[in-house]
């Protein structure tokens, strides 16, 4: 049970929740063996995104099931479904950075946010320091908007991932593909990673290596464009653009 600032409780990629993001409000997580093989976890959360002296708090409540199975001695899958609902009352106090490129009417967000998503991941443990893990994830989103010609509610994403980081001088190697429509989720807790919070197809290019236990060196090129140019935001063209992140991460 956590009450306050926690970390964020659910499995998640960053087509709805960036690596930054560290909610406030109350969570309750319980996990049991159901065999020598298979786990079962439970998420909810009561996320506290606003509070107004002047109206209702804006909130999100959540919830999330994973099983876990190690399906051969090698082998381990992992698959989770959550559903996150979003009351969003007051944006009085929001901006572009908490838009960012969901779609707006005025001073609020044209669609509701009543997301599904659903995560699939298997890892191969052959090889001590190269194991490989392949993940999809796709969400959906019951609030969004909808329009005769464009699609609003979708996204989806495949990374594939070879290396560990557990020691000095592991590595790890990784390829990401996503698209996300524009009101598949809140962009305001969406990745980061590019200027686009939604309404993007991107490519990445991972690589780490561990120069201590707790020092990791971190490099990802990215290419991506907007998804559909009709909600471009002004001045956008959709050409595709490039980007190189470099991360010194220390973990204590």
Known sequence: LYLGKMPLPFRATDRLWDGDVSPQGVSANYEVFLSDASRLAAHSLLFLIDE???GDDSAMIGGQLEFKHQLTPLIQT????????????NTEGADLGDFRTNLILGNAYLSDFEILSLI????????????????GDYSHNFGAARFANAHTDDAFGIDVMAGNLAVKGDARFSYGYAQ???????????QDNIDFGTNYVFHSIGFDY???????????L?????????FAPAGETGAWRNR????LMATF
Do not use: C, M
């Open 180 to 190: 996300s429509d524009v009101d598949s989720t809140l962009a305001a807790f969406a």
């Open 120 to 135: 699939a991941s298997v890892r191969w443990n052959e090889w001590a320091h190269w194991p490989i893990e392949i993940r």
């Open 78 to 89: 992992d698959f989770a479904v959550g559903y996150y609902n979003y009351q969003l009352h």
């Open 210 to 220: 561990a120069l201590s236990s707790h020092l990791i060196f971190n490099s990802s």
């Open 222 to 230: 990215y290419r991506y464009h907007l998804k559909d140019t009709q």
């Open 244 to 247: 190189l992140r470099l991360n």
């Open 52 to 54: 107004a002296s002047i």
